[in-house]
C-alpha cells in the first residue's frame, strides 16, 4: 500500500510540476516536424563481426547489427565499457540450425541417390550433433537449446514432446544399420548399402559436402567445424567447405548442390513461415525456393497446411505440434513417427549493444535493439534532432531488391526505405497498429459459385502520404503492389500474395482483398510485402537483379520509409537520409511503450522503475528516457508527462 502511494504521489508531482522543468532536453539543432530524429543513417561496412566490434569499442559506430558473443557482454558489463555501452536482455524469433539437403540427388553426384534423402541416415545425423556443448561451450550459454523449429518463449506454439536427440553414437549406428549403412569393409568408413542407386557395388560413401558459413567467426563457424570432426570420426566423410556467405548462398539456395549446410533464419512472430519453409509447394530454384532442404513430405505438408490455412488459434496450435514432431521425430517414433527433416541446434537468447552517444534504442520482442523503431526514435544524450546515427554491419548487402532479396542485411536497408501497409508493436508482437494505412478489418465473404466462407481484409489508406520523389501515394499504388508481386511466384514476397484471389477498390481509399481461403492469419499475410510505387514499377518488366530491373538504386528504391536511398559503396558503407516528408510526426517521448498514445500507461511504467539505476532489479531501459545518468528519475516522469494526453500524430 505505501508503494502506491509513494507511486501516486510521484505520478501527481510529475502532472503538476513538468511546465517548470521543461528545460531539460539536452541542446539540439534545429527540430525537424516530420520523419527520425536524426538525419543521417550511414552504415559503415566491415568483413567481420571481429572487425565491427572493434569498430565498436572504438567508438566508430554507436549500434552493432548481431548479438554480442559472451566475451562481448562479459567485457561490456565491467568498466570502463559499461560507462558508454548499454546492453538489451532479448530472445530471438529466429533459429539456427543444420539443414539438411533431403533431394534424391545432388549435383556434385549425379545419378547418385543421396545419403540425406533418408530419413533413417538423417536421424544418425541428428544423433551425432552435440547441442549442449554448442549451447553451453561454443555459444556460452547465450543461447536457448532447440530440439523443435518452435523457440520455447513462442507460447502454445511450442511443442516439448518433439524427440530429442543427444549426442550417442550407438544410437547413430542402429539408425544407419537400419538403412542399411554399414562400415562393411571394416576401414573405418561407412559403406554404401549393396544395390544403392549410382552405387550399386556398396562403396565408402562419398564425402557430404557441408557449406560451413566462415563469416560468423564465433558460432556457426566452430558449431559446423566441432560437428564436420565429429562425423569424420564417426565414419562418415565430410567436405567440408568453410567459404563466405554468399558462395554458401549461391551453392545451397540457387543450386542446392550440398548435404549439410549452417543454416540460420530470423523468424516472424506466427507459426505459418514454417508452410512457407518446408511444404513442397516451396521447393527449388528457380521458383519460389523457400524449400532449399527439398523437403517432400506429404503428411508433413497436411499439417502445414493445417499451420496456415487455420480457422482458429487452437487449429493452428495443434496443427503446429504436429508439424513439428513430424519434422522431427525419427522415423521408428512408436508415438508419432518422424522424418528427421533438419537439426534445429539453437535460438540466441543474449544481448545486443548500443553506445553513447546515441539513446533511447528500443529493444524489440524477439529482436532486440536492432530494428527499425530504434533508427526512427533513438537520439543522442548532445543533440535530439539533425544528428547520425552510425551502424555497423559484419556483411554487405545481397541484393538490394524489394522482391527477391532473402538475406537479412537486404532487409535492414529495403526495411528502412518502403513500407507496409500496418505496423507490429515492437513491445507487444500481438498488436497491429494502424500506420501507412489509418484502419483494417478483418472479415469473410462467401464464394457464389462454391459457397464457401473465405477471409477478407480491407485496408484504409492514409491521406497526404507522398512517396520520396513527392508523388503522392494513393490506394491505387497499394491495389498495384498486390497485383505486381503476384506476376512473380519466384520473389522472396510471393508468400503474403499467393492466396489473394482479387483485389478491389471500393472507395477512394479502400482496398479489398480477398483470399481464395479462410485463415486466421490473413490480416498478417496482407502486411507482409513491401509498398511499391506504381508510377515506377509499371515500367518494370523485368524485376530481378541486384536493383528492380537493373536499375539505379535511386530510381527504384524510392519508398514511404523514413529514410530514403542517399549513396552506396560496395563493401564499405551506405548511406541513408532522413525522409522529411515521412508521414509521421517527430516521435514524442511520452509515448513509451509506442503504442501511438501518450497516456497513463506509459506513465506507470516509468513510475514502475522510479529510483532505479542500470543493473538493479526492476531496472527497465525504456523507463530510462533522458538516458543521461542510467536513472529512472523525475527528469524521465517530466518527459513522459510532458506529452501525456498526445497521440503520434500523422501528416495532417
Known sequence: MKKDLAVLMILLMALGVFTALAGVKPAAATEPEYGPRADWLHIKIYASDVAEFAAFEAGEIEIVDWPLEPEYVERYSQEPYNESIILAKF?????????????????????????????????????????DYIVQSICQGYAARLDGPIMPWMGDFYDPTVHKYEYDEAQAAAYLAAAGFTDRDGDGIINYPEGWPGREDGPNLDPLIFYIRADDVARRKPAGEDYAAKLQAFGIPVDARVVDRSICHDAVMVNHDYHLYTGGWSLSRDPDWMYYLYHSDWHWHPGPDYNYNNIHDEELDTYLEGIA????????????????????????????????????????????????????????????????????????????????????????????????????????????????????????????????????????????????????????????????????????????????????????LYSAVVDIVSTTIIGPNQLQIDFDVLSVWALHW???????????????????????????????????????????????????????????????????????VCDIYDIIHVAASFGLRRGEPGYDITADVTAEWDLVDIYDLILVAGDFGTNWEPYP
Not at 540450425?97 to 533418408?118: A, K, Q
Not at 543533440?383 to 559484419?394: E, P
Request: aromatic share 16%; with cysteine.
Open 526 to 596: 496482407a502486411m507482409g510485402i513491401y509498398i511499391l510505387p506504381k508510377h515506377i514499377y509499371e515500367t518494370i518488366s523485368d524485376p530481378t537483379g541486384f536493383t528492380p530491373g537493373g536499375l539505379p538504386a535511386e530510381q527504384v528504391l524510392i519508398g514511404l520509409g523514413p529514410y530514403k536511398w542517399y549513396e552506396y559503396s560496395a563493401g564499405e558503407y551506405f548511406t541513408l537520409q532522413a525522409n522529411r516528408n515521412f508521414f509521421k510526426t517527430i516521435h514524442p517521448e511520452g509515448d513509451v511503450n509506442l503504442d501511438q
Open 91 to 131: 530472445n530471438e524469433i529466429g533459429m539456427f540450425e543444420f539443414d539438411i539437403n533431403n533431394n534424391e540427388t545432388i549435383p556434385s553426384y549425379p545419378g547418385v541417390l543421396s545419403p540425406t534423402s533418408n530419413p533413417y541416415f538423417r536421424a544418425a545425423l541428428s544423433c551425432l550433433v552435440d547441442k
Open 309 to 492: 490455412f487455420a480457422v482458429t488459434i487452437d487449429d493452428a496450435i495443434t496443427a503446429c505440434h504436429n508439424a513439428q514432431k513430424r519434422m522431427i521425430n525419427p522415423p521408428d517414433d512408436p508415438e508419432f513417427p518422424g522424418i528427421a527433416a533438419i537439426i534445429p541446434l539453437w535460438a540466441t537468447s543474449g544481448y545486443t549493444a548500443y553506445r553513447r552517444p546515441m539513446a533511447y534504442a528500443v529493444n524489440e520482442a524477439g529482436a532486440g535493439t536492432t530494428n527499425y523503431w530504434t533508427f526512427l526514435v533513438s537520439y543522442r544524450t548532445d543533440a535530439w534532432y539533425g544528428h547520425t546515427i552510425n551502424w555497423g554491419f559484419k556483411s554487405d548487402v545481397q541484393q538490394l531488391n524489394p522482391l527477391y532479396s532473402n538475406w537479412v542485411w537486404d532487409s535492414y536497408v529495403l526495411g528502412m526505405i518502403f513500407e507496409g501497409p500496418l505496423a507490429v508493436n515492437p513491445y507487444n508482437l500481438a498488436l497491429d497498429m494502424p500506420w501507412v494505412c489509418s484502419d483494417f478489418v478483418t472479415t469473410t465473404y462467401i464464394n457464389e459459385t462454391t459457397g464457401e466462407e473465405l477471409s477478407r481484409v480491407i485496408l484504409t489508406v492514409r491521406d497526404g502520404i507522398y512517396w520520396h520523389d513527392g508523388t503522392p501515394f494513393t490506394v491505387e499504388d497499394l491495389k498495384f503492389t498486390y497485383d505486381y508481386i503476384a506476376n512473380y511466384p519466384d520473389c522472396w
